[in-house]
């Protein structure tokens, strides 16, 4: 059973990529994916998915590129890690739709709070493309803004590591991991699992609670949903 009602996943694009690189999409993984939100969206969890887009672009290919042009890429990457994923649940019988920040109505449909809080609230799942529609700004902190605006009990962060750490620890042996940590010292600390933005918003906007926890499995997602203490707990 479940102890969260509504929740924003952060899902990054290479959830749905090969592990060993050199495609965009690996149909187990993206399988995998699926089956855990139908699973996850049968324990009673209303789940609205952040998109990432890193399996398909991966920002600037030179100095000289407009950043602004580079995130807009990014964010066209996102909606079509969406439309993928929106594939393969429907496949499965789920009720799900596309949301995308920016305006492109042959393909998804405009993202109002309004609409993807309906969306949730019957049984649905929402796939939060395009990022914030604004440059500059992470998909962690479009995750942020999400649970802000639908009232979620919380962010699901998955990273490539079991936890929020007081340094990285793929590169310090001695990196602590920190089970139990709070908004404000994760931005005075510089702690890098997610942007100081998203961190800032989640303070300031009343999100209660951000869970960080390795997605190298992900059932962890299942797991952290019905209570299971694992991974890094941020809070106010």
């Given at each position: 059973?479940?102890?969260?009602?509504?929740?924003?996943?952060?899902?990054?694009?290479?959830?749905?990529?090969?592990?060993?690189?050199?495609?965009?999409?690996?149909?187990?993984?993206?399988?995998?994916?699926?089956?855990?939100?139908?699973?996850?969206?049968?324990?009673?969890?209303?789940?609205?998915?952040?998109?990432?887009?890193?399996?398909?672009?991966?920002?600037?290919?030179?100095?000289?590129?407009?950043?602004?042009?580079?995130?807009?890429?990014?964010?066209?990457?996102?909606?079509?890690?969406?439309?993928?994923?929106?594939?393969?649940?429907?496949?499965?019988?789920?009720?799900?739709?596309?949301?995308?920040?920016?305006?492109?109505?042959?393909?998804?449909?405009?993202?109002?709070?309004?609409?993807?809080?309906?969306?949730?609230?019957?049984?649905?799942?929402?796939?939060?493309?395009?990022?914030?529609?604004?440059?500059?700004f992470t998909t962690d902190t479009g995750a942020a803004l999400r649970a802000a605006e639908l009232g979620a009990d919380a962010v699901f962060k998955g990273t490539t590591v079991d936890g929020v750490y007081d340094s990285d620890p793929r590169t310090n042996p001695n990196?602590?991991?920190?089970?139990?940590?709070?908004?404000?010292?994760?931005?005075?600390?510089?702690?890098?699992?997610?942007?100081?933005?998203?961190?800032?918003?989640?303070?300031?906007?009343?999100?209660?609670?951000?869970?960080?926890?390795?997605?190298?499995?992900?059932?962890?997602?299942?797991?952290?949903?019905?209570?299971?203490?694992?991974?890094?707990?941020?809070?106010?």
């Amino acid at each position: 059973m479940a102890i969260y009602r509504r929740i924003i996943l952060k899902l990054s694009g290479e959830t749905l990529s090969p592990l060993s690189g050199g495609a965009c999409y690996d149909p187990d993984r993206v399988a995998q994916a699926a089956d855990m939100l139908v699973k996850l969206t049968g324990m009673g969890v209303q789940a609205g998915v952040v998109l990432g887009g890193g399996n398909i672009w991966r920002g600037r290919f030179s100095r000289d590129m407009n950043p602004v042009n580079a995130d807009q890429m990014g964010m066209l990457a996102t909606v079509m890690n969406a439309l993928c994923l929106q594939d393969a649940l429907e496949r499965r019988g789920i009720n799900c739709v596309a949301f995308s920040a920016q305006e492109m109505n042959r393909f998804t449909r405009l993202y109002t709070a309004r609409e993807a809080d309906r969306c949730l609230a019957e049984g649905g799942v929402a796939l939060l493309s395009g990022g914030t529609g604004n440059p500059f700004f992470t998909t962690d902190t479009g995750a942020a803004l999400r649970a802000a605006e639908l009232g979620a009990d919380a962010v699901f962060k998955g990273t490539t590591v079991d936890g929020v750490y007081d340094s990285d620890p793929r590169t310090n042996p001695n990196a602590r991991l920190l089970t139990d940590i709070t908004y404000a010292q994760c931005i005075r600390q510089g702690l890098k699992v997610m942007d100081a933005t998203a961190f800032q918003l989640c303070m300031e906007r009343g999100v209660k609670a951000i869970r960080v926890f390795s997605m190298d499995d992900l059932n962890n997602v299942l797991r952290v949903a019905a209570g299971e203490n694992i991974g890094s707990l941020v809070h106010a």
